[in-house]
């Protein structure tokens, strides 16, 4: 469920969550998934609205929070605690989907996997 976490090359080692992914035995990449989800639209490289989903996904995790919220000044004062926590989970399965989906891309054509590696969201894991 949870995504590790490595120092982006491409980045100037900025640590990153990736998704792991293995093209052939003993040779293991990183796909940044944190980049992915933070500019969705790098996603539509592969197929069109694949950023529009990932967008709107999160913005239905923040109408969760803020309901929570406003259900917390007319239900009873805790109710933002599961908005929070909905949130937050919701957030984090995108952002892991942003990855899962170049993952998928990556493993489909070399084409797609040069362009993540041109976006700088891909690179060979050491040792």
């Known amino acids: 469920m949870f995504l590790k976490i490595a120092a982006n090359p491409h980045d100037a080692g900025r640590l990153?969550?990736?998704?792991?992914?293995?093209?052939v035995p003993g040779q293991r990449f990183a796909i940044d998934a944190d980049l992915?989800?933070?500019?969705?639209?790098?996603?539509?490289?592969?197929r069109a609205h694949l950023g529009l989903i990932?967008?709107?996904?999160?913005?239905?995790?923040?109408?969760?929070?803020v309901a929570g919220v406003i259900?917390?000044?007319?239900?009873?004062?805790?109710?933002?605690?599961?908005?929070?926590?909905?949130?937050a989970l919701m957030l984090s399965i995108n952002r892991k989907s942003a990855g899962e989906i170049a993952r998928r891309?990556?493993?489909?054509?070399?084409?797609?996997?040069?362009?993540?590696?041109?976006?700088?969201?891909?690179?060979l894991m050491p040792g």
């Open 36 to 46: 992915l989800h933070r500019e969705p639209r790098r996603l539509n490289a592969f």
């Open 16 to 23: 990153t969550r990736i998704v792991e992914f293995e093209r």
């Open 71 to 87: 259900g917390s000044f007319f239900i009873s004062p805790w109710m933002f605690i599961p908005g929070v926590i909905a949130c």
């Open 105 to 123: 891309e990556a493993r489909g054509s070399d084409e797609n996997f040069l362009k993540l590696h041109e976006m700088g969201a891909i690179w």
């Open 54 to 65: 990932i967008q709107a996904l999160d913005y239905a995790a923040y109408i969760l929070l």
